[in-house]
């Protein structure tokens, strides 16, 4: 059995991913596995190849109903016999999926776990299944970040089927949440595959958050008619910079869970299948998004975790091209957090220990001026190799570290201004403080004479603004909330570096350099084949948006955009030359290929030739 001969001829991809192969020869050789791949890594891969090898039935257990149709459509486009059953089906299309399994055709069925549950599902394919595959894994443990019940009861129903093999996949899982998946789903002597976290083709980058709707703005204007998502913490954040971003002339919409189904549901396919360049959501919206050309992510508010950080701007450039993740940090968001994670009534001791954990960890990435992939890499555990990334603020060299002489000397200024006002001001009255910016109630107090009024003008207000941040996530500073306010005042830790003991890293950010509006994704990433051709690209894209939408299909379905950016460069003159382009397997050539191919040749775009 040749596995890299499948790879090219159903998939039209030439080279495996880091440890797919690994996980499919686990499944033939009949072991169980545990399969840590980031976000974009392969993982359907994983369990989709298994399924043409002739030995069995692939079962798939997933949580997402609404990704679910998707996932079989893809996997059909791969030539897959690939079928689902969920509780949203149609009872036609239901009956097909079951005289389709009955029959013996089906290679892979998509399960949601609730289906799973009930009946006897599981005995009837007992005797022809290979491989018990359970995706998003993470949901099983109460140390991830989205558990679900149904999931700890998936142990009862693999029990039933003891010979099909087991594999776990999930993208984000730190040590703990590891052990717990191998324990809970059981399973039984598993190798383990874990793959590097990093994601090199992402931009991070963390701006402190001066005027929200404004920065927003700003990087949905760097990526004209591209797909982006911005995430931010309340409803009313959400329709508020959803409205800002219309007015704007954007294609934009609103997700949160306060819409009807309906309307979230008009978003998402919206979304998915490019008649809306931009959703503005809470957390809710995501997890069953399967968009791969997402060419940035924005979080207008700060995350609840680097779990969370790292799930959410994962979203972006799942089809390996570059991708911008940026984030708005304010200290303030983790005050909200806290209180949002309180406010049914106190946490026990254990939890609240966790969610400070969390939240300094988060609040370090935004601030540290330090490599954001080294310092997400690292979080998960894994050594991060180099000092350069090349894809980051801080190694892109728009933010600078002060000298440690200059650090500790300006951060006793900011902790002075902090200390004279002690625990009865905000972040913002500290800044104005600083800037030597009066108004009544300054002068009412007599701020306006303190000797620390006015000492950082020089350095504006975005760099104070940082420094406070910094100096909370470094534990100088502390934010509490006396019931209606957030505000600041000076720790322990914080008058020890008064009085100069101990060390403390600053860091300025930059003003944001303007980047061409060109999109980055088409420069010199075909391999070997220099820039791509960018008015043909776009003409490759409206051809394949016209395709999509005569077969009512998203437009990945029928090419991601790697593909396109390489057919951009390589113009291939014929369909075998079209065969070299990574993502075109035969079945999509018999069908695609020609209408792609005219294009190439100069035809205008008119949709599939019949
Ligand atoms: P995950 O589920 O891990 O987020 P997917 O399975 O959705 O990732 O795969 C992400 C993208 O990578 C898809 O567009 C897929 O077609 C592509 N891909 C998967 N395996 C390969 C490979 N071996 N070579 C090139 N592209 C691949
Ligand atoms: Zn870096």
């Known amino acids: 059995m040749n596995l890299a001969a499948e790879l090219k001829q159903r998939w039209g991809y030439d080279q495996f991913r880091p440890l797919q192969r690994e996980a499919i020869e686990a499944v033939t050789s009949g072991q169980d596995s545990l399969v840590v791949l980031p976000t974009g890594g392969g993982k359907s891969l994983?369990?989709?190849?298994?399924?043409?090898?002739?030995?069995?039935?692939?079962?798939?257990?997933?949580?997402?109903?609404?990704?679910?149709?998707?996932?079989?459509?893809?996997?059909?486009?791969?030539?897959?016999?690939?079928?689902?059953?969920?509780?949203?089906?149609?009872?036609?299309?239901?009956?097909?999926?079951?005289?389709?399994?009955?029959?013996?055709?089906?290679?892979?069925?998509?399960?949601?776990?609730?289906r799973l549950l009930v009946g006897d599902l599981c005995e009837d394919l007992a005797p022809r299944l290979l491989l018990a595959a359970v995706d998003e894994a993470h949901c099983v443990s109460h140390w991830g970040h989205e558990f679900r019940p149904e999931y700890r009861r998936l142990a009862e129903v693999l029990e039933r089927v003891p010979k099909a093999v087991r594999m776990a996949l999930t993208a984000t899982a730190t040590e703990a949440v590891r052990d717990d998946i191998a324990a809970q789903i059981p399973l039984r002597d598993p190798v383990r595959l874990v793959g590097h976290p990093d994601r090199p083709n992402l931009v991070y980058r963390a701006h402190p958050r001066r005027d929200q709707a404004a920065q927003v703005l700003e990087v949905v204007r760097r990526h004209p008619e591209e797909g982006g998502i911005v995430y931010a913490q309340t409803r009313k954040d959400v329709e508020r910079l959803a409205e800002g971003l219309r007015k704007a002339g954007v294609s934009a919409a609103p997700y949160h869970a306060g819409l009807d189904a309906e309307t979230r549901q008009r978003a998402q396919e919206g979304f998915v299948k490019e008649r809306i360049d931009v959703v503005v959501a809470t957390i809710a919206f995501g997890?069953?998004?399967?968009?791969?050309?997402?060419?940035?992510?924005?979080?207008?508010?700060?995350?609840?975790?680097?779990?969370?950080?790292?799930?959410?701007?994962?979203?972006?450039?799942?089809?390996?091209?570059?991708?911008?993740c940026v984030l708005l940090f304010s200290a303030a968001d983790l005050a909200t957090h806290r209180w949002l994670a309180q406010k049914d009534g106190s946490l026990p001791p254990e939890r609240q220990k966790a969610l400070e954990r969390q939240l300094r960890e988060i609040g370090r990435f935004a601030v540290a001026p330090v490599c954001r992939h080294r310092l997400l890499t690292e979080h998960f555990g894994a050594p991060y190799q180099g000092t350069d990334c090349g894809a980051c603020d801080v190694c892109l060299g728009e933010t600078k570290s002060l000298s440690d002489a200059d650090a500790l000397v300006t951060a006793q200024k900011v902790l002075s201004a902090a200390w004279r006002t002690n625990g009865r001001f905000g972040a913002g009255y500290v800044v104005n403080v600083l800037m030597g910016k009066s108004d009544e109630r300054m002068t009412r107090n007599g701020h306006d004479a303190l000797q620390v009024f006015g000492l950082l003008k020089e350095a504006g207000e975005p760099?104070?603004?940082?420094?406070?941040?910094?100096?909370?996530?470094?534990?100088?500073?502390?934010?509490?909330?006396?019931?209606?306010?957030?505000?600041?005042?000076?720790?322990?830790?914080?008058?020890?570096?008064?009085?100069?003991?101990?060390?403390?890293?600053?860091?300025?950010?930059?003003?944001?350099?303007?980047?061409?509006?060109?999109?980055?994704?088409?420069?010199?990433?075909?391999?070997?084949?220099?820039?791509?051709?960018e008015a043909l690209f776009e003409r490759l894209r409206r051809l394949r948006k016209m395709i999509a939408d005569q077969l009512g299909a998203p437009p990945y379905l029928v090419f991601h955009d790697s593909a396109l950016v390489e057919m951009a460069a390589l113009k291939p003159k014929s369909l075998d030359a079209m065969r070299g382009v990574k993502g075109v397997g035969e079945k999509k050539l018999e069908r695609f290929g020609a209408a792609f191919l005219a294009v190439i040749n100069g035809a205008e775009p008119s949709g599939l030739l019949t």
């Open 287 to 324: 997890m069953g998004i399967d968009r791969s050309n997402v060419r940035y992510v924005v979080h207008a508010n700060t995350p609840r975790s680097v779990e969370h950080y790292q799930q959410e701007s994962g979203r972006a450039g799942r089809d390996g091209l570059p991708a911008d």
């Open 463 to 533: 760099a104070i603004r940082s420094w406070i941040d910094q100096l909370i996530v470094q534990g100088h500073l502390e934010v509490f909330d006396d019931g209606v306010y957030p505000l600041l005042r000076v720790t322990e830790a914080g008058k020890a570096l008064c009085r100069g003991e101990g060390g403390v890293r600053l860091g300025v950010p930059m003003p944001p350099k303007k980047p061409g509006r060109r999109p980055k994704a088409l420069k010199g990433r075909a391999a070997g084949a220099g820039d791509a051709d």
């Open 46 to 114: 994983c369990y989709q190849l298994p399924a043409v090898l002739g030995k069995g039935v692939v079962l798939v257990v997933s949580p997402l109903i609404a990704l679910m149709d998707d996932q079989v459509a893809a996997a059909r486009e791969a030539g897959l016999e690939a079928d689902a059953l969920h509780s949203n089906l149609l009872s036609a299309q239901k009956s097909e999926a079951y005289r389709r399994l009955a029959s013996g055709k089906t290679q892979i069925l998509y399960v949601s776990p609730e």
